[in-house]
């Protein structure tokens, strides 16, 4: 852990978003941030430079401070004001989330399991399940599909975990 990690709540118009921040955020991506904030309320502060640079955790600023409205907002500050390494901290930060993959059996069966509970999955950023959109299964994986067809209560959208832990539709 760094030394000195500190977590402050500031004025959210304090903060200033980075224009040179590599990473988008969507229609999609942003409503997403917005419904988990709304739901969850902000379980991870900011990173932000000591002048209140946003470093990491632009979408959920944006989101926060454009769609819910927030005056306040937790943030931790980057210990170094060296603009090349708050430049790789916020590339690394961003890269090392894009390369983690789903686990499709345990995506399916969390996301079945909350769908029968009465979750929207517009909430936890899905707006159906799409295959394709996890990646190819582990043609090794030998969870093979147990359950029955699961369908989402508030989109419809059928899905079973396939051979090899494929998320298939039903």
């Known amino acids: 852990m ?3 990690l500190v977590v402050e709540t500031v004025p959210i118009d304090s903060l200033k978003p980075d224009p040179r921040n590599a990473r988008t955020h969507g229609e999609r ?21 000591r002048s209140g640079l946003i470093v990491a955790g ?27 390494e708050v430049r790789a901290f916020a590339l690394a930060d961003n890269r090392t989330a894009e390369l983690a993959a789903w686990d ?33 299964a582990d043609p090794d994986d030998t969870r093979l599909d147990q359950r029955e067809p699961t369908e989402c209560p508030s989109c419809g959208y059928r899905w ?9 539709e039903a």
């Open 160 to 168: 079973r975990v396939g051979v090899g832990g494929r998320i298939e």
């Open 2 to 4: 760094s030394e000195g």
């Open 58 to 84: 632009n979408g959920t600023w944006e989101a926060a401070r454009d769609r819910l409205n927030w005056t306040e907002i937790a943030v931790t500050r980057f210990p170094s004001d060296d603009a090349n």
């Open 29 to 49: 991506n942003l409503s997403a941030i917005a419904a988990s904030l709304q739901r969850f309320g902000q379980r991870r502060p900011l990173v932000v430079t």
């Open 104 to 136: 499709t059996v345990q995506l399916a069966e969390d996301l079945g399991d909350l769908a029968e509970a009465g979750w929207n999955m517009e909430l936890l950023g899905f707006d159906a399940i799409e295959p394709a959109e996890f990646g190819p």
